[in-house]
């Protein structure tokens, strides 16, 4: 195995072994293991019609010690258990959730970037309505299943200050939709305008509040914050997914001794802002130099001498080093597993 650690790109690489496991008549099966990259649905799944699906992300990390930690995996197969009640998949125990990743983990050791590199494994739990359906109706089979892949930093510039551009004229989630969970459809109702922010050479959009258009919601698939002074400010929407990072930074501002603020944020506001950035766990924390509002011509700029601002810089820090155990973790977030 050759694999160039310090050069991953964000993106599906091969492993040994995927787990998988069935729900039918409403009932759990055994997990099973293989080798196959591919899955045998039923061309009237529900998945591929009515886009009953949900995913996850989370990362596994190598310590100094030679110790796996995964991270907050109970976050994670909470927000799951919500995303299944939120489109009327089958729920998913945390037991099984758990069984699942660290045995997918743990099958595939040998693919776990070593410390240092800045790479992780990065882990992608699955639930889809398997079974066939032609009406509009809830499937009556469930696949869960977890692989595993290696990956670098999500955008390539790294731990750098990137530009973002405000996008009004799509939304990426209804007031009263599934914004608030990680169900495929959002993601499908995000690639237009992420593309079109692409091609005018943004890193990413940052979407509005789609009743008003006046609130920051989200910056493409990932949560905004912003720090003015002493206090670390992050949106309050109903069609915001909870990031577990971003709770993640709220708590460790608060231990530097910083208030936080978790509460509409006008655009305008952040104006006032002396740092601003996206976080989630593809790249933690990506710093935000510029962000441009084509409709306003107004552009709001921090990072003036192209580094990433002071704050930012002890949050990310801070939160990387407890993920990969060079800092002890007195919040309990990190599990090792053999
Ligand atoms: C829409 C959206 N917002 C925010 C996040 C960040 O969440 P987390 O920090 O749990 O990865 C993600 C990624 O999961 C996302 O897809």
């Not at 309050?236 to 509460?263: F, W």
């Not at 921090?302 to 002071?310: I, V």
Request: hydrophobic share 35%; glycine share 10%; with cysteine.
């Amino acid at each position: 195995m050759n694999i160039d650690w310090g050069n991953l790109p964000f993106g599906y690489m091969p492993t040994d072994h995927n787990v998988r496991c069935y729900n039918r008549n409403g009932e759990w099966g055994e997990l099973e293991i293989t080798s196959d990259e591919y899955i045998s649905l039923h061309m009237a799944a529900t998945c591929l019609h009515y886009g009953q699906e949900s995913f996850e992300g989370m990362k596994a990390y190598m310590g100094k010690d030679g110790k796996i930690r995964i991270f907050r995996w109970q976050d994670n197969a909470r927000r799951m258990q919500r995303s299944a009640e939120g489109i009327k998949l089958a729920v998913v125990p945390e037991k099984l959730f758990h069984d699942a990743i660290v045995k997918a983990v743990q099958l595939n050791k040998r693919f776990i970037p070593p410390h240092g590199t800045g790479a992780s494994l990065y882990i992608r739990p699955l639930l889809i309505g398997s079974g066939p359906e032609v009406g509009v109706k809830p499937s009556g089979e469930y696949l869960f299943m977890v692989f595993v892949t290696p990956v670098g930093p999500y955008f390539k510039e790294g731990f750098r200050p990137m530009n973002m551009m405000v996008c009004r004229d799509f939304d990426r989630a209804a007031p009263l939709g599934t914004g608030h969970i990680k169900v495929g459809g959002n993601y499908a109702a995000s690639l237009l305008s992420m593309e079109k922010g692409h091609e005018k050479g943004f890193a990413s959009v940052i979407y509005l509040d789609a009743k008003e258009k006046k609130y920051i919601d989200e910056c493409g698939p990932a949560n905004f914050f912003g720090i003015r002074g002493n206090t670390y400010i992050t949106p309050a929407s109903p069609t915001i997914l909870p990031s577990i990072t971003n709770l993640s930074l709220q708590d460790l501002a608060k231990e530097l001794g910083m208030e936080v603020e978790k509460r509409p944020v006008p655009l305008e506001e952040i104006a006032e802002f002396d740092e601003v950035g996206a976080c989630g766990t593809a790249a933690v924390i990506s710093p935000i130099k510029k962000i441009v509002d084509p409709d306003t011509g107004i552009t709001y700029e921090y990072c003036k001498d192209g580094n990433p601002g002071p704050v930012s810089v002890k949050l990310y820090n801070k939160l990387v080093d407890i993920q990969y155990g060079d800092e002890p973790d007195p919040f309990g977030w990190i599990e090792i597993i053999d």
